[in-house]
């Protein structure tokens, strides 16, 4: 079995020789012999004592409290628990900083776009950022509440080309229009847009927004704010209001 001398133990976990000598002092990590000429040796098992003391330590545990739980009987549980939740922890953190570089690195893309950049542009952009979750999440739950009429609309053709009646038609239709109106005051109900010459924010009338020329993105309006009549960014608007 391998042993090792303090300089040696240290060096494998990262840590100083004062701190492998504290942790003996402490009693939380005694040598299991002495050389003949009275040289701290450990074991392997000192070695994976150690790694678990400075887990405990990074997760700030002052000594007292190491030293009660590597007494325990089953010290092993414990440290299994703190362990999962450190992993979860860190995982919670490492999707956080993933966000946060993919906002970084679309606003980025944002800026390379627009060209020269202002305070107003880099602006409109983190607006159009921040919202784009919720907007993409509202966009998906109108899609699929469509998908029964759309179902009922194709079976609805197909009766009346095959069967000549066309009643299951004239039901999709009245069910249709006040489903494209509630959509509609919905979805313009919780959207607003950014004018790109003052740069304000606006939500336009449910008749213009409906009617206007559009593309995924935007939509071509005249601001409330300016006047100026072009197409604008659509942007999650909050509560509706």
């Known amino acids: 079995m391998s042993k ?12 100083t020789v004062r701190t492998v000598q504290y942790y003996d002092t402490r009693g939380i990590l005694i040598p299991s012999e002495l050389s003949e000429g009275g040289r701290r040796l450990y074991s392997e098992d000192d070695l994976k004592r150690l790694r678990v003391i400075c887990f ?13 739980i590597l007494r325990e009987e089953h010290p092993e549980k414990l440290i299994s628990l703190l362990i999962e939740q450190q992993e979860s922890a860190l995982a919670e953190e490492i ?6 570089l ?10 390379k776009s627009r060209g020269a950049a202002s ?25 699929l509440s469509g ?36 959509v509609s005051r919905y979805y313009f109900g919780h959207v607003k847009y950014i004018c790109p010459e003052c740069h304000e924010l606006f939500k336009p009338a449910l008749k213009e927004a409906f ?15 300016c006047g100026h009549k072009g197409f604008c960014a659509e942007v999650w608007g909050g509560d509706g209001k």
Request: some cysteine; hydrophobic content about 50%.
């Open 102 to 111: 993919a906002r970084l690195r679309e606003l980025k893309n944002g800026l």
């Open 95 to 100: 999707a956080g900083k993933q966000e946060k």
């Open 56 to 68: 405990l330590r990074e997760l700030e545990l002052p000594i007292d409290a190491i030293s009660q």
């Open 211 to 225: 009617w206007a020329n559009h593309t995924p993105t935007a939509r071509k309006l005249t601001c409330t704010a």
């Open 4 to 15: 090792y001398t303090t300089g040696e133990l240290a060096k494998l976990c990262g840590v």
């Open 147 to 182: 998908i029964p009429l759309t179902a009922l609309q194709w079976f609805s053709i197909i009766f009346w080309i095959v069967k000549g009646i066309c009643w299951p038609f004239v039901v999709w239709v009245l069910a249709a229009i006040p489903w494209g109106i509630l």
């Open 119 to 143: 305070l107003e542009s880099i602006g409109d952009i983190a607006v159009i950022m921040e919202g784009k979750k919720k907007l993409k999440k509202m966009r998906w739950t109108i899609i």
